[in-house]
């Protein structure tokens, strides 16, 4: 089950391990996952509580079940800590550009970025109001620092700025992806978990 250390976790049913940088990945990768059919009962989204956790989690769970696929998202500009984590269990990678190959797939600024991109601004903001948050977000926009900045930048900020509204945002805009216009990165990965 999500929210579980793998060590909790039956490892008997759970063969696969995707690692997600918290709990709003969590939230998206389990949308398109159910989606597309994938039996989450063998495969455990474990949320890394940040990136930088990843060595010790990977590390853990390889301990518990060496035989485990370990699959996961990162963002650009932190795929190095997953670099480090895959060296550190002896899976070296020599370039970014591999990690797919190793199960780990690349967003370019974050997920968050990718379904806004993916989306559209104005799709994103549908979703945002049928949740009730549109005041809120008009509240960003008002805010001088962000007034006059262009609205993919205003809704980036807006979906990654509280955890709480980050899970919620990340489930409820990959829910409205149609079939063909998830991410790159997040289609990539859940087509590996349809594999497993």
Known sequence: MEGLTWAEADETRRTTAVLLEGVSD?????????????DLE???????GGVTNVRRVLLQILAVTPSAEI?????AGE?????????????PVDHEQELPSHGFFVCR?????????????????QVIESLGLGAK????????????????????????VA???????????????????EP??????VERLTRV
Not at 109 to 125: F, K, M, N, P, Q
Not at 138 to 151: E, N, V
């Open 42 to 48: 063998r495969v455990s989204l474990v949320d890394l």
């Open 79 to 91: 795929a190095r800590f997953v670099m480090r984590a895959l060296e550190a269990a002896g899976r």
């Open 163 to 181: 955890s709480g509204r980050k899970e919620l945002l990340a489930g409820a805009l990959a829910s409205e992806l149609r079939p063909g216009e």
């Open 109 to 125: 600024a974050d997920l968050e970025e990718e379904l806004i991109r993916a989306l559209g601004a104005g799709r994103t903001v």
């Open 26 to 38: 969590v939230a998206a990768v389990r949308e398109i996952a159910l989606r597309q059919g994938v």
């Open 184 to 189: 790159e990165p997040l289609r990539l990965l």
């Open 71 to 75: 699959l996961g998202l990162c963002d």
């Open 137 to 160: 977000l008009l509240t960003l926009q008002q805010q001088p620092a962000w007034q006059g900045r262009p609205l993919e930048e205003q809704l980036h900020r807006f979906c990654g």
